[in-house]
C-alpha cells in the first residue's frame, strides 16, 4: 500500500508540473536550463529537418518544371522556325536551360545528402540520445521531489526527530545518491550533444555552400554562354 501510495504521488508531482501548478525543487537552475536547451535544439532540429524536405521537394519540382520549359523552347525552335536564326536560338537556349536544370537537380541531391539527411540522422540518434537520458534522470527526479514534498509535510505535522521524519530523511537521502548518478550521466550526455552538434553543422554548412557554390558558378557559366551567342545573332 504504501509503495503504491508513492506511485501515486509521483504521477500527482508529474501532472502539476505538467499543469504549471508545480516545478522541481530537485533539479537546480543550471539542469533546469540544460533541459530548456534540450527542449530547444529537439524543436529546432525537427524545424529545421521538416523545412529543408520540403525546400529539397520544391527545388525538384522547379527543376521538372524548369526542364519541360527548356523542352517547349527547343520543340518551337525545331518546328516551326527550323532554319531560322532565332529558331537556332530558341534550341540552343533549351539546350543551355536543360543543362542548367539538371546541374541544380545534381546541387539539390548533393544539398540533402551533405546537409538535410545528416539532420534528420543526427536527431534520430544523439538528440534521442540525450532524450533517454533526460527521460531517465526525471525519472528519478520526480521520486526525489515526491520524497522531498513528503518530507515537508512531515516536519510540519511531526517532531524533527520523529521516527517518520527521520525514514522519510534517509529515503530522501538514498534517492539523493541515484538522482546525483543519473544528473551527471544527463549533463555528460549533453556535453558531448552540443560538442557534436557544433562540429557536425560546421562540417556539414561547408560541405553544403561548396555544393551550392558549385552549381551557381557552372550555371553562371552556361548563362554566360548563352549571353554570348545572343549577342552575335541577328534577328
Known amino acids: 500500500m504504501k509503495n503504491f501510495m508513492k506511485k501515486m504521488d509521483v504521477v500527482k508531482q508529474n501532472a502539476m508540473e505538467k499543469m504549471g501548478k508545480s516545478e522541481s525543487h530537485a533539479d537546480n537552475d543550471a539542469t533546469k536550463e540544460t533541459k530548456e536547451k534540450l527542449r530547444v535544439i529537439k524543436t529546432e532540429y525537427q524545424n529545421m529537418y521538416t523545412v529543408g524536405k520540403v525546400h529539397a521537394q520544391e527545388i525538384e519540382k522547379c527543376v521538372g518544371q524548369g526542364t519541360q520549359f527548356a523542352d517547349a523552347l527547343s520543340h518551337f525552335g525545331s518546328g516551326f522556325l527550323t532554319d531560322t536564326n532565332v529558331g537556332e536560338v530558341l534550341k540552343q537556349v533549351g539546350i543551355q536551360m536543360k543543362a542548367v536544370e539538371q546541374a541544380r537537380q545534381t546541387c539539390n541531391v548533393n544539398s540533402v545528402q551533405s546537409l538535410i539527411t545528416p539532420i534528420g540522422k543526427f536527431q534520430d540518434t544523439e538528440i534521442k540520445k540525450a532524450r533517454d537520458a533526460k527521460h531517465k534522470q526525471d525519472a528519478v527526479r520526480l521520486r526525489y521531489d515526491t520524497a522531498l514534498e513528503r518530507l515537508s509535510e512531515a516536519k510540519k505535522k511531526n517532531d524533527a ?63 554566360q554562354e548563352t549571353a554570348e551567342l545572343l549577342h552575335s545573332v541577328q534577328a
Open 161 to 223: 526527530n520523529s521516527l517518520k521524519v527521520k525514514g522519510i530523511e534517509q529515503e530522501c537521502a538514498d534517492i539523493k545518491v541515484e538522482y546525483d548518478a543519473v544528473n551527471q550521466e544527463f549533463n555528460q550526455v549533453m556535453e558531448q550533444l552540443n560538442q557534436d552538434m557544433n562540429q557536425q553543422l560546421v562540417a556539414q554548412l561547408r560541405e553544403y555552400t561548396l555544393q551550392q557554390l558549385a552549381f551557381y558558378k557552372q550555371a553562371s557559366a552556361l548563362w
